[in-house]
Every structure is written in C-alpha cells, then in structure tokens.
C-alpha cells in the first residue's frame, strides 16, 4: 500500500471523547480517494459512488500524525475500485481499513464514461510517455 497523505490531528478533528472523530476521517479518505482516481483516470469529474464496511480498528489523539494509504483493487470500465489503510504514523497501528471505495470516472454531461485504464500508471511513466 503507498502512504500519499499524512495530517495531523488537530483540537477541531476531535470528538466528544478527546479522540480522532470518525466523520472526519472518512472526509480525508474521500478526498484521499478522489485526489488517486483524478491522477490514475487523468480527469477532474468523477464521484465516489460506494465506500464498504469500515472497519475501525484503533484512534488517534491531539497531536497524532496520520497517514492515509491507498491501493488499486481492479479497474471497471468508468469506475475504479480502491482499498484504504489509515495508520497512526507515531504508534504504527491501523486506525482504519476499507476494503472497496468504487470511485466513478464522469463524462461532461455527469454521466459515468469508460476511462481505458487497465493498469496502475505512475507520473513518472506518464511524463517518458508525452
């Protein structure tokens, strides 16, 4: 699993109980999650469609680092499906796992669009190939 993201848990990310609140996350890992499918899909449009079961294994505290993981589980025809791991970068323990964010790849009337991508492609590779 590549690590893309890391954040810091600040006084705002905490809930009730003084810990990471759990809304908060699931907004980082979204965004985490369309940020890879615009990069890999190389378009600006497109919308998370079904995020499976959380499964939250741990917290994290004020002062925490965080570190948000994303991996490719298969490519559909307009939609790619992501698998996620949250770590709390100080401890090293998973905070998070999910297994399925299917991400769709829109067209410009809002309409879900076959992308052609079959393959994890890395920036490197796409700037030897320009």
């Known amino acids: ?4 993201t890391r954040k810091w848990i600040k ?3 905490l809930n009730a109980n003084g810990t990471l609140f759990g809304g908060r996350l699931l907004e980082w890992i979204d965004e985490e999650a369309a940020l890879y499918t615009i990069i890999q899909l190389e378009n600006r449009k497109v919308v998370t469609k079904y995020i499976s079961e959380i499964d939250f294994k741990a917290s994290a505290k004020q002062g925490d680092i965080v570190e948000i993981g994303i991996d490719v589980v298969k490519f559909g025809k307009a939609s790619i499906t992501l698998s996620c791991e949250v770590r709390n970068k100080m401890t090293r323990e998973t905070i998070i796992t999910i297994s399925n964010i299917v991400m769709v790849n829109l067209g410009q009337d809002g309409k879900a669009l076959p992308h052609g991508k079959t393959e994890i492609e890395y920036v490197a590779d796409r700037l030897n190939n320009d």
């Open 11 to 13: 006084p705002e990310d």
């Open 1 to 4: 699993m590549r690590f893309h």
